[in-house]
């Protein structure tokens, strides 16, 4: 196949995003498939506005890029990451007698995740997406990345049947490919028997369910004085004296950055219970982690979560409100074979997560949905 694969977020393997999207690219290229990859950086006009009206940039770029490419070279799959791919599945749904797929391989809907976010801010949990005057709601028009195009790839099967529900597309062309481990996080060596300490790691933002996690943690902290609260990735800036009473402020360490992978196993591996409550993921990748480095994790349902076996494979929160993270993390530290087993169960669970069979997954679906189409426009 001949894929060219477009991209909604920097091409930075440390990232996210990039992670995913690089992998899934050196996969193909490795079953000896073509794939011209682009990030941002190669189609973004205006880059000088640097974060300015980005989506709508975007929007417009990959148009651009596309049809700049389909003039040059012919095309198998136009896969585009991102919502905002709108406007190029928009148009290139509609050229009479195509003969390339165009596919949705999506990190995360953006069409649930704006809706979550407005549901959410609706309760007090965190504020509005669109509380700026310039911020409008643009889920109306990244609908039609979804719905404009042949087929739709997910990173989990929680966001493949919001999909199905929202009927962008039948449910056999809307294929969920968990996303994978890189190979240092599978079969690792772990001692399960820890310490009391609480890990969260990620961003200090709204959706991640820091109001929760102010409350609840806090009420932890003050009855067990021996526990300790890591927290891993909130950045320089972050004080946790703003968030946090003073009277448990010895038990809570902050770890800005980790720039090393294997720095951040040691760090999972200092863990006994790793808190992700969050209020949208489209997947989750930090759980996948932590599980993969011996630590009970209790996590909200949503994305892989959602999948995920409550009170085998982890604890998971049905309802995003105090004090359902208090009691969940307080049954763990205090009923240790219950932490211990919910431990080993999920990272028997991870072992699976590897890029090798996501890969395989990736190229057999859109070779049978390439062969599909073709055989349907002759």
Known sequence: MNVLSISNCP?????GSGYVVLNF????????HEVDLFGPESYEPLQF????ATSYRQA???LFLTLRQLAIKKYDIIEFYGGESWLAASILSKIPNRDFLVVSHSNGLETRYFNTLVKYSETGLMESPFKKWYQLDQTALFKNAFTQVDGIVTVSEDERQYAIACKYKDGCHIVAINNSLSDDYIDLNIDFYRKPVIGYCGSWISRKGIQLIRSDISQLLSEFPQCLFKLIGVGENFRKEDYFPASVSGQI????FV??????????QSLSVLIVPSIYESFGLVTAEAMACGCAVVVSKIGWGASITNREEALIIEKLTSPELYQAVKELLLDEPLRIKIAQAGYQLVQNLRWNTAVDKLENTYLKWLEEFRQERR
């Open 49 to 52: 506005l640097k974060g300015r």
């Open 259 to 268: 720039y090393k992978k294997e720095d951040l196993q040691k760090i999972y």
């Open 253 to 256: 360490e902050i770890i800005p």
């Open 60 to 62: 417009i770029g990959m």
């Open 11 to 15: 091409l930075i393997e440390s990232q």
């Open 25 to 32: 690219c050196r996969g193909l290229r490795d079953r000896n």
